[in-house]
């Protein structure tokens, strides 16, 4: 799990409150396939002219989960936990 700052538990908790405390829907990059590179049929990256990989987009419609997100301070850094559900 990563460990956030006090500037980044702020922006988490702004967000959650615009969602009306976790029950407005959502997009969040889908970790899956959102930034990863293309690939050619045998495994190689696709390029841009410049040499650049081609990067797949993909998001995820999503609703926090049933739990409120839990938050565990470690020294002057916080981990948030939370689980979502992606719409389908």
Do not use: H, Y
């Not at 990059?29 to 959102?34: H, L, V």
């Amino acid at each position: 799990m990563r460990q956030g700052t006090r500037s980044q538990k702020a922006t988490f908790d702004s967000f959650f409150s615009d969602q009306a405390m976790g029950t407005n829907l959502f997009w969040m990059p889908d970790p899956t396939t959102d930034g990863w590179p293309m690939l050619t049929a045998d495994g190689a990256p696709v390029l841009t002219a410049e040499g650049a990989p081609v990067l797949l987009s993909a998001q995820w419609l999503c609703l926090f989960g049933d739990a409120m997100p839990t938050e565990t301070i470690l020294g002057v850094r916080f981990q948030i936990s939370f689980s979502v559900s992606v719409m389908p």
